[in-house]
């Protein structure tokens, strides 16, 4: 079967019923996305797939073979972090980190569809990813600076 | 590790600096004699040739940000960049031993010896530059890893440290710095790992791997205390790549990736002896008070809740020439390698347990059952084995934070002053159990009762219920005799560091001008434990009888000397959210020797929506020690709650969680 990941193409030979997360991880050594409930439920495990977000555990990978799938690792140019990640930093919002990945992929997801998105958005948008360390407040807060930070870039970049 | 001598130890790191942080040489005053390791070894600090800083430390990072508490210790005593600074944690091999990470001890412990020996090593630095250059210690300073004479010479640490090459057991006291003049601490440093943790990058337990590895999975019983009369293993042992290994009652299996153990453990056919199991949720709180002779005015039930650590158990286990190694998320590495070394018959130095930094515990990874299975697993296959507990099997297979009855009798003068105060807490634990008002006769007493669940640690353990009890019944205690909640409580405290907290909270709250209504709530509650105080005031807003929202919580909260306000808020806030979930709707529902309810569909947790704005008013006092912040902060919000919902309904709830006895 192959896989775009990361704009990498790979080969991986499995059954096409194996949960996405699972082949990423075991597999293809992305192990950025986490096993946090194995149901949907929590949101650790969230991907891009053709730039939505869905649950990795809940998405057989014989599903998605041909689109484009992006996870935490491939967010980031370089050393220069995805300014939704340098909000997470800058916001301090984490504790054990476990949930980070997830939230941060959900929230350059909710920042693709709406560059503005008010607190209330964000909430809805986020409600199914679970931070058990109760750092809400804090990533409500990383993604309306990320949203900040993106958008004077855009306006930068049109402007130049 | 221990019974390597000294020098050894320090050539083995490269030579440089060593120091030792030794508890029984501080305590006879003995400094440094001999060439055996001391056994009571606390913490170490290396400063390499090449100027590197290492810390060594038993203690583990579950998400209370100690990693980078500890860093600032170390860098403020060596004033140098806290980037220069590594910490090794948490591995049975690499670090000396340690009881565990609980009980907030590390900032009131561990800090202050990370501190001893970073200033023992700064003195001992300058020093030898001072020999070096021939002049007068009080001449030189330290900064950014150098010795300095000022605007002539400069020496980094490493060569330094190559020049001594030397091993010291600290017995220094008296160099460490106090707050006042603190540069790194006391700052809001962000996570040393931070990076590592927003691009994916960190591998916690779950995400180890080593070359070859097998993934395991293990038959669980239909209940608790269930017996395997029989296993079929035909089918699974027939499937490539997959391996059944059975070692009396435990049965799992061991395949090449985890899609196949799982299609592997499902094609076991298994026949059980279920055990009677009689007690279950509905006769919980009856079992619980069974024996009591107690005849209470107020009564206060707790129900059973789980930590939900969103990374579950996970060990990656190798075995090479006799020797195993476990990479698994606990609080208590060397407590998981005791446990490996009795259950694999081996001395406990064939055995090594890594911590990686985890997905978090709050307090409910203190045992090794994970690492152990995983271990059986790797020794039944001959192969590495990796194995992730399942979020049901994390539910029912760990130990929860017990249930309990809290059983109160009290008298209070016409004066509104406490005259009398019977407190009696049946199963769920002592901690916090002494009241902090003045009453001049009092009675508070823990009562051992069997647990029909598996129990253990909680963040804060028992302080959660005995503070919900005790400051639920203060506030009816209040309305009894006509008085303002606050008021009354300033009249029966004499801790002037509770006091300061609650008058904090009510401060930030205006709680002088909330007016409660059919529609809107206002409570306040406060509490003390492992030395930390908060107050806590608490709004809520009323749309139906189970539809409460959480508006604003203020949390005022004081540890002593503040070492990171950014991560401290982020803790408070935390503890704030998290106790909600117990207060409000979080529990185990149990019967049949079963968890009715193991999985995140069905046991709701706190989530986005759930949130209320949250201040946190913190105050400093750099006069005094600072103590732990991951925990205490979690006891105010229930009872702020509950004292809310009455001010709004005159409604008085006595249970945790409160929503579903709202309902009735």
Not at chain 2, 551 to 580: D, F, S, Y
């Given at each position: 079967m192959q896989l775009s990941v990361n704009g990498v193409r790979r080969s991986v030979e499995t059954d096409p019923e194996r949960p996405l997360l699972w082949v990423l991880r075991n597999?293809?050594?992305?192990?950025?996305?986490?096993?946090?409930?194995?149901?949907?439920?929590?949101?650790?495990?969230?991907?891009?797939?053709?730039?939505?977000?869905?649950?990795?555990?809940?998405?057989?990978?014989?599903?998605?073979?041909?689109?484009?799938?992006?996870?935490?690792?491939?967010?980031?140019?370089?050393?220069?972090?995805?300014?939704?990640?340098?909000?997470?930093?800058?916001?301090?919002?984490?504790?054990?980190?476990?949930?980070?990945?997830?939230?941060?992929?959900?929230?350059?997801?909710?920042?693709?569809?709406?560059?503005?998105?008010?607190?209330?958005?964000?909430?809805?948008?986020?409600?199914?990813?679970?931070?058990?360390?109760?750092?809400?407040?804090?990533?409500?807060?990383?993604?309306?600076?990320?949203?900040?930070?993106?958008?004077?870039?855009?306006?930068?970049?049109?402007?130049? | 590790m221990l019974e390597l001598n000294r020098r050894s130890f320090l050539q083995s790191l490269g030579g440089g600096l060593l120091i030792f942080w030794d508890a029984s040489a501080q305590e006879s005053g003995r400094r440094g004699g001999g060439e055996r390791l001391p056994e009571n070894v606390g913490a170490w600090l290396h400063i390499a040739r090449d100027g590197s800083i290492t810390g060594f430390t038993g203690k583990v990072e579950v998400g209370q940000n100690i990693r980078t508490s500890l860093t600032q210790a170390v860098a403020d005593e060596l004033r140098c960049d806290p980037q220069?600074?590594?910490?090794?944690?948490?591995?049975?091999?690499?670090?000396?031993?340690?009881?565990?990470?609980?009980?907030?001890?590390?900032?009131?412990?561990?800090?202050?010896?990370?501190?001893?020996?970073?200033?023992?090593?700064?003195?001992?630095?300058?020093?030898?530059?001072?020999?070096?250059?021939?002049?007068?210690?009080?001449?030189?300073?330290?900064?950014?890893?150098?010795?300095?004479?000022?605007?002539?010479?400069?020496?980094?640490?490493?060569?330094?440290?190559?020049?001594?090459?030397?091993?010291?057991?600290?017995?220094?006291?008296?160099l460490t710095t106090p707050a006042t003049a603190w540069k790194t601490a006391g700052t809001s440093l962000p996570k040393v790992n931070a990076r590592d943790l927003v691009s994916g990058r960190h591998k916690y337990a779950s995400d180890q791997k080593l070359p070859g590895?097998?993934?395991?999975?293990?038959?669980?019983?239909?209940?608790?205390?269930?017996?395997?009369?029989?296993?079929?293993?035909?089918?699974?042992?027939?499937?490539?790549?997959?391996?059944?290994?059975r070692d009396g009652d435990f049965l799992g299996v061991a395949a090449t990736d985890e899609h196949l153990a799982g299609k592997a453990l499902a094609n076991i056919d298994a026949k059980w002896e279920e055990q009677p199991n009689s007690v279950g949720t509905s006769e919980l709180f009856s079992y619980l008070v069974k024996d009591a002779s107690d005849t209470p005015d107020a009564t206060y039930t707790v129900s059973y809740i789980a930590h939900v650590p969103l990374e579950p158990r996970a060990g990656l286990a190798e075995w090479k020439d006799g020797k195993l190694t476990v990479w698994t998320g606990t609080q208590r590495p060397f407590g998981v390698r005791s446990e490996a070394a009795s259950a694999f018959?081996?001395?406990?130095?064939?055995?090594?347990?890594?911590?990686?930094?985890?997905?978090?515990?709050?307090?409910?990874?203190?045992?090794?059952?994970?690492?152990?299975?995983?271990?059986?697993l790797a020794k039944g296959a001959g192969k590495r084995v990796k194995l992730i507990w399942t979020r049901e099997e994390e539910f029912t297979w760990a130990y929860f934070r017990p249930a309990g009855v809290i059983r109160i009798s009290s008298s209070v003068g016409e004066d509104g002053i406490l005259r009398s105060w019977e407190f009696h807490n049946y199963l769920s634990g002592p901690s916090g159990l002494k009241t902090p008002y003045e009453v001049p006769a009092k009675n508070e007493q823990f009562h051992r009762v069997e647990s029909p669940l598996r129990?253990?640690?909680?963040?804060?353990?028992?302080?959660?219920?005995?503070?919900?009890?005790?400051?639920?019944?203060?506030?009816?205690?209040?309305?009894?005799?006509?008085?303002?909640?606050?008021?009354?409580?300033?009249?029966?405290?004499?801790?002037?560091?509770?006091?300061?907290?609650?008058?904090?909270?009510?401060?930030?709250?205006?709680?002088?001008?909330?007016?409660?209504?059919?529609t809107r709530g206002f409570g306040l509650a406060c509490g003390t434990e492992k030395g930390g105080y908060v107050g806590c005031c608490?709004?809520?807003?009323?749309?139906?009888?189970?539809?409460?929202?959480?508006?604003?919580?203020?949390?005022?909260?004081?540890?002593?000397?503040?070492?990171?306000?950014?991560?401290?808020?982020?803790?408070?806030?935390?503890?704030?959210?998290?106790?909600?979930?117990?207060?409000?709707?979080?529990?185990?529902?149990?019967?049949?020797?079963?968890?009715?309810?193991?999985?995140?569909?069905?046991?709701?947790?706190?989530?986005?929506?759930?949130?209320?704005?949250?201040?946190?008013?913190?105050?400093?006092?750099?006069?005094?020690?600072?103590?732990?912040?991951?925990?205490?902060p979690i006891i105010g919000i229930a009872p702020a709650i509950a004292n809310a919902i009455y001010s709004a309904t005159r409604t008085r709830v006595r249970s945790l969680p409160m929503l579903p006895s709202l309902s009735v």
């Open positions: 597999e293809l050594d992305l192990t950025g996305a986490k096993y946090g409930c194995g149901e949907g439920q929590c949101g650790a495990c969230t991907v891009l797939v053709g730039g939505v977000a869905r649950r990795s555990c809940q998405t057989p990978v014989g599903s998605i073979a041909g689109q484009e799938i992006t996870t935490i690792e491939g967010l980031a140019d370089g050393e220069h972090l995805h300014p939704v990640q340098q909000a997470f930093i800058d916001c301090d919002a984490m504790q054990c980190g476990y949930c980070t990945p997830g939230m941060i992929v959900e929230s350059v997801a909710l920042l693709r569809a709406n560059a503005t998105p008010s607190e209330g958005e964000i909430k809805r948008k986020l409600e199914g990813n679970v931070c058990r360390c109760g750092t809400y407040s804090r990533i409500v807060a990383a993604v309306q600076k990320a949203a900040d930070v993106m958008t004077a870039e855009a306006r930068g970049s049109r402007r130049a | 220069t600074v590594r910490l090794v944690m948490g591995d049975t091999s690499l670090t000396p031993w340690d009881a565990g990470t609980f009980g907030s001890r590390t900032t009131p412990t561990m800090a202050p010896v990370m501190r001893k020996m970073a200033a023992t090593a700064r003195e001992a630095l300058i020093e030898e530059a001072g020999k070096v250059w021939n002049v007068d210690r009080a001449s030189l300073t330290v900064a950014n890893g150098s010795v300095l004479k000022a605007g002539s010479k400069k020496m980094g640490f490493g060569e330094l440290a190559a020049k001594l090459d030397w091993v010291s057991v600290v017995g220094r006291d008296g590895i097998l993934f395991g999975r293990v038959l669980r019983p239909p209940s608790f205390g269930a017996k395997l009369v029989s296993a079929d293993t035909t089918r699974a042992s027939k499937m490539t790549g997959v391996t059944v290994i018959g081996l001395p406990e130095q064939h055995v090594r347990v890594i911590m990686p930094d985890t997905g978090s515990a709050y307090g409910g990874k203190h045992s090794g059952e994970c690492a152990i299975e995983a271990a059986k129990e253990g640690s909680y963040r804060g353990l028992a302080s959660t219920a005995n503070n919900f009890a005790r400051e639920s019944h203060m506030d009816e205690l209040a309305a009894k005799a006509s008085m303002d909640p606050l008021a009354f409580r300033l009249k029966n405290l004499k801790n002037e560091r509770l006091i300061a907290v609650l008058q904090a909270a009510a401060d930030r709250f205006e709680w002088k001008k909330c007016k409660a209504s059919e608490a709004e809520i807003s009323l749309h139906g009888r189970q539809d409460i929202r959480i508006e604003r919580v203020v949390t005022a909260w004081e540890c002593g000397a503040i070492v990171n306000p950014e991560h401290l808020k982020n803790q408070v806030e935390g503890a704030v959210v998290m106790g909600l979930g117990g207060a409000l709707f979080e529990a185990i529902d149990f019967g049949q020797g079963r968890i009715r309810n193991p999985l995140l569909s069905k046991y709701r947790v706190p989530r986005f929506s759930d949130v209320p704005k949250i201040d946190v008013v913190l105050l400093d006092r750099k006069d005094l020690p600072s103590v732990g912040a991951g925990e205490t």
